[in-house]
């Protein structure tokens, strides 16, 4: 790939960059009245804020800060928002999602909470009792929120959730599935609980109690993931199991009917069709009505019978109109996964090993039409985060999918069918614009020097992260354990 020829833009952003966005929900941009903002904009509010979490949505932003708390901007959170507003602490928050109205969050105790995006609704409905650590001391939240932490057996805990437009998916250190409603004013009924006795007449009370996924059967799942309407859940054994929307063949499966109600298996030859190739699945993704799979496989050399040859790969299904498959092609819905081809089977040389190594992907982060894969190509930070020079490099991104909202950060209003490189977030030190020869770029986790909201200055290990939201893309600085 020749990287060592791009200058990278790999300068460690404690803040949040918002590439896009309709400016209707202040959330690219809070402190602006633009119409939209068309390139990426650091949010001065963030500088010096590391962050445990991001998640993006026209009208709201949710971070969680490093201490565990929940920070919200936006429209939807308060209409005339112009900074981000701490609004759930002592929770020690490690992760959000967002549904349609509600945020989802997870503390690292492994409770789940769900609570309203508007401060109107947190001030409006039924506040819980907080308890202190002295005994029969109790107060009123000030927020209202509910607790969707399933009931679990001894030392089992929720360590995911994956969260779509009306509903959660929640996975448990004991590899158990349970799924709930988490939209205020929705139930979902398109098999996205993957339980097919559940209806709008037998949903439970309350409406979002927590349910098992049981038809998973002995399978113990190690990995969730949740579109728009539809869920994805893997076993430590590779197996694939997706249920609920599947009209834009984002399951995986051709079309034929609207929703599958319950777990079913995806099998390997929907993604190789030779059965002589070896494969181990590394993660899955989903976000708006698509999906996406990483394998590494193993394929028998037809010159060296004694040899195989080695590969990283990325598939994707579902709706390809804005291009957020990524396949090269504009299709209305793809059922089978497709080999996205630009960004599967690459090679690079390893000093190292004195050979070529696949690249495999760092993550693939999917928003509501648009997607963001990182590769894990190897990288070059020097010890001194402000130092620049040519031979510093971090690990690529690539960017494809919908840009009717200047979400792909290239300034343009293009769709784009496969992943392209956009230009570095900021000019290359010294130069006043940005260069035709640089290109986005992420660092990877390091100890970097920073200087906190108290101008005090302190060590701390973090990585820059990207999130491809509905309708924006962020950029920020994750902190790393």
């Known amino acids: 790939m020749g990287i060592q020829q791009v200058r990278a833009c790999h300068q460690i952003p404690l803040n949040f960059y918002g590439l896009l966005s309709y400016i209707s929900g202040r959330v690219a941009a809070p402190d602006s009245n633009e119409a939209v903002v068309k390139t990426p904009r650091r949010i001065p509010f963030f500088d010096g804020y590391v962050l445990r979490d991001l998640q993006l949505s026209e009208e709201m932003g949710v971070a969680v800060t490093e201490n565990g708390d929940i920070m919200q901007w936006g429209k939807g959170y308060l209409s005339n928002c112009r900074a981000p507003i701490v609004t759930l602490s002592g929770k020690d928050i490690v992760k959000v999602g967002l549904s349609q109205d509600r945020i989802i969050a997870l503390s690292s105790s492994g409770n789940v909470y769900s ?91 309350p409406y979002d109690t927590p349910q098992e996924v049981t038809s998973l059967g002995e399978c113990k799942i190690t990995q969730i993931a949740a579109g728009d309407y539809h869920s994805i859940a893997a076993g430590k054994n590779g197996k694939i199991f997706t249920w609920g929307d599947n009209t834009k063949g984002q399951l995986g499966f051709n079309y034929k009917e609207d929703s599958i109600m319950k777990p079913t298996l995806l099998p390997q030859r929907a993604f190789y069709k030779d059965e002589a190739v070896k494969v181990t699945l590394k993660a899955i993704y989903a976000g708006g009505l698509n999906s996406f799979f990483t394998m590494d496989a193993e394929t028998p050399d037809p010159i060296a019978d004694d040899k195989t040859i080695k590969s990283h790969d990325v598939f994707s299904c579902g709706y390809g109109v804005h291009g957020t498959t990524g396949s090269g092609i504009w299709a209305h819905a793809h059922g089978p996964p497709q080999k996205l081809k630009t960004i599967s089977g690459l090679t690079e040389y390893s000093e190292k090993q004195s050979k070529l190594v696949p690249i495999g992907t760092s993550y693939i982060t999917v928003g509501g039409t648009h997607a963001a894969v990182v590769m894990s190509n190897l990288a070059n930070i020097q010890e001194n985060s402000w130092k620049r020079t040519d031979v510093e490099f971090g690990n690529d991104i690539m960017f494809f999918g919908g840009n009717e909202f200047y979400q792909l950060g290239n300034g343009k209003r293009v769709n784009l069918n496969t992943p392209t490189y956009v230009p570095p977030l900021e000019p290359a030190r010294g130069s006043t614009s940005r260069s035709t020869e640089d290109r986005f770029q992420v660092v990877p986790a390091k100890k970097v020097a920073i200087l906190d909201q108290r101008s005090k200055k302190r060590s701390v290990k973090i990585e820059q992260r990207v999130i491809a939201g509905r309708g924006l893309t962020g950029c920020y600085a994750r902190t790393c354990s």
């Open 115 to 205: 609570m309203p995006f508007s401060k109107e609704e947190q001030e409006l409905f039924a506040k819980p009792k907080e308890h202190g650590s002295i005994p029969f001391s109790s107060w009123d939240s000030p927020i209202s929120y509910r607790s969707l932490t399933p009931k679990l057996g001894f030392w089992e805990t929720v360590v995911d959730i994956a969260v779509g437009l009306e509903h959660t998916v929640m996975l448990t250190s004991a590899g158990r599935v349970f799924t709930a409603a988490s939209a205020t004013y929705i139930f979902p009924l398109k098999g996205q609980l993957g339980i097919p006795e559940i209806s709008w007449d037998t949903k439970p009370k």
